[in-house]
């Protein structure tokens, strides 16, 4: 089998809510998504997507993903798409770095695979370890008041877990944030503040004190690994690393140093599911738990979520997210769908979603 096109489409996912806010006053009002789909001479086509959370979250950024489509598709025309560790070498000879960039490329190999062996990609990936998995709600980053009162709302559609967006540029605005969330809890819920690299050492280190009798998980405190490493060795609070954890190697340095409870596995982040695997992987044979996610996206990267959590181990999936839910578009029929705060992976061949191509549009870019 061998890989004779690849089609890159650019598409538009409006938030239901209207904005979506974290640290340091960014905020993303239209996510910019870039579908790929990867056509073979055996008439089998996968599919695949990526979509940055804004050029201000990671060295990442929409239309970076569809320029490199353009400069990365030519050296894959002609590769087998069934086979992902040449597939994933073959990028990173071509391209150095760039993981956002080969990410669909290789979730879209995942699909075919799947598809030819008529197995879902979960059972690819390890097998049908749960049948459905646990989901948190992000909280945009407002008001204490307006983010305690989005508890509730949440919880009412389902979830029992609650990613609060702090970081603010106040400490104690923070802290009020997640006191007052943290009062709108019932026995079982579980509250992360999350403040997406937002503070600086001190003031990460006053928001750690202040709510040093909460039950919450303190997330990416700091820019730095060596900065959250400081803030994680002066609380006992529960400690997620997201953002510096970009590979193997950072999860090794931190698994040494002790640096985390958790780690958010972000798939994009690490290049797709093939790299994603290897860290889950990894994070079981060591005893750290995860929250598998993207950056954000629309119904493919909800499926591709979807079947890499429903292959992990209960015991190691803190949560996952279903961002289709957060968004006003389906661009793909058969695509996980949330049910009282949890969702599974579909039991089709591959991802099991079908792009709605009158939605896509035309191609942007076109390889063959």
Known sequence: MKITRISAYQVDLPLREGRYAWSNGNFVEVFDATVVAIETDAGITGYGEACPLGPAYLPAYAAGVRAGLAQLGPSLIGQDPRQLATINRTMDAA?????????PIDIACWDILGKVAGLPVYMLLGGGEQADIALYRA?????????AAKVKTYRDEGYRKFQLKVGGPDADEDIARIK??????????????DANTGWTMHEAARVVNGVRDVDVYIEQPCKSYEESLTIRRRTSLPFVLDEVIDGLPMLLRGLQDGAMDIINLKISKVGGLT???????????????????????GDIVTAAIAHLARSTPEEFLFSATDFN????????EGAPKRVGGRMTASDKPGLGV???????????????
């Open 275 to 297: 790299k994603a695997r290897q860290i889950r992987d990894l994070c079981v044979a060591e005893g750290v738990a995860m929250t598998i996610e993207d950056t954000w996206g």
């Open 180 to 193: 007052a969330c943290a009062a709108m809890l019932k026995p079982g819920d579980v509250l992360v503040a």
């Open 354 to 368: 079908l792009p709605l191509l009158d939605v896509l549009g035309t191609p942007i870019h076109v390889i063959d």
């Open 139 to 147: 909280i945009s980053q407002q008001s204490p008041e307006e983010m």
């Open 95 to 103: 391209m150095r770095g760039h993981p956002y960039v080969k990410s």
């Open 325 to 332: 839910s957060y968004g006003t578009k389906t661009i793909a």
